[in-house]
């Protein structure tokens, strides 16, 4: 079963930094990942995503602030956030595509594989003004 793990939220006054880590365990099979988040009486939106090759994209409202990254070789994802606003606080929400085998004991093959997505339990960042 893949599981993500996040880390490095807490309180940080505007204008200061924050780093966010992320760890995918369960599989090497591990397609984009990214960051997504959620304001407090807000829908969870996008921050950023990479993928394997290490193409990025990033919501309007971080670009030039925040960077993300990854090192596939230890299954981490990073969320770099810097010049951090107010309306940066929320949940924050680690998101990773992995590949499920739907194997097949008897015949000792995979009788279909997909790409599914999976999230974790989100670290809280705050941003005092």
């Known amino acids: 079963q893949v599981r993500l793990v996040e880390s490095g939220g807490g309180l940080v006054q505007a204008g200061g930094s924050l780093r966010l880590s992320c760890a995918a365990s369960?599989?090497?099979?591990?397609?984009?990942m990214g960051w997504y988040r959620q304001a407090p009486g807000k829908q969870r939106g996008l921050v950023a995503t990479?993928?394997?090759?290490?193409?990025?994209n990033y919501a309007d409202s971080v670009k030039g602030r925040f960077s993300v990254s990854r090192d596939n070789a230890k299954n981490m994802v990073y969320l770099q956030m810097n010049s951090l606003k107010p309306e940066d606080t929320g949940m924050y929400y680690c998101?990773?595509?992995?590949?499920?085998?739907?194997?097949?004991?008897?015949?000792?093959?995979?009788?279909?594989?997909?790409?599914?997505?999976?999230w974790g339990q989100g670290t809280r960042v705050t941003v005092s003004s």
């Open positions: 998101t990773a595509e992995y590949l499920y085998h739907d194997y097949d004991p008897i015949l000792e093959t995979d009788r279909s594989t997909e790409w599914r997505d999976v």
């Open positions: 369960g599989s090497d099979e591990i397609g984009d």
């Open positions: 990479v993928g394997e090759g290490g193409h990025t």
